[in-house]
């Protein structure tokens, strides 16, 4: 394959520009090399952290077993009249996540639990909602 001279040397500086990255310099457009910023906290105090706060919620919603997403579906009853939002692998106080849910997102109007499915059910489509709000809670 042919490739113009102009291309090449800019292959060249590219990949020069990217072992300088790899060795911990940021590379601006403008072309000045500036420091990575310090982490915040470190992995494992995040994930510490992220336990201490799960810890304290009566409930717990699993992720699912292939993607690893969270399973809050949007379902149609009654031949498309009716929207739901179901929330399932709720494991512990279903009710708690319920009144959460209802307290914290506007527009839910009924909350159906049903603890020996382990799901809980909200009038309405609010999927993307309960997703952000769960994600916020470390889900």
Do not use: C
Not at 70 to 81: E, H, M
Not at 98 to 113: F, H, Q
Request: charged share 25%; aromatic share 8%.
């Amino acid at each position: 394959m042919f490739f113009p001279r102009t291309f090449s040397r800019m292959l060249r500086s590219y990949s020069s520009g990217l072992s300088e990255v790899a060795a911990g310099a940021q590379v601006h457009k403008w072309g000045e090399r500036v420091g990575l910023p310090e982490p915040v906290m470190t992995a494992t105090e995040l994930e510490a952290l992220i336990k201490d706060k799960l810890a304290k919620l009566p409930f717990f919603v699993e992720r699912t077993a292939e993607q690893r997403s969270l399973p809050v579906y949007s379902a149609l009853r009654n031949g498309g009249t009716r929207e739901l939002t179901i929330i399932r692998h709720v494991f512990g106080d279903a009710a708690a996540l319920g009144r959460m849910l209802k307290g914290s997102i506007p527009g839910i109007k009924a909350v159906e639990v049903r603890a020996t499915q382990r799901k809980v059910i909200l009038k309405g489509n609010f999927v993307q909602d309960v997703k952000i709000y769960l994600t916020d809670l470390g889900f």
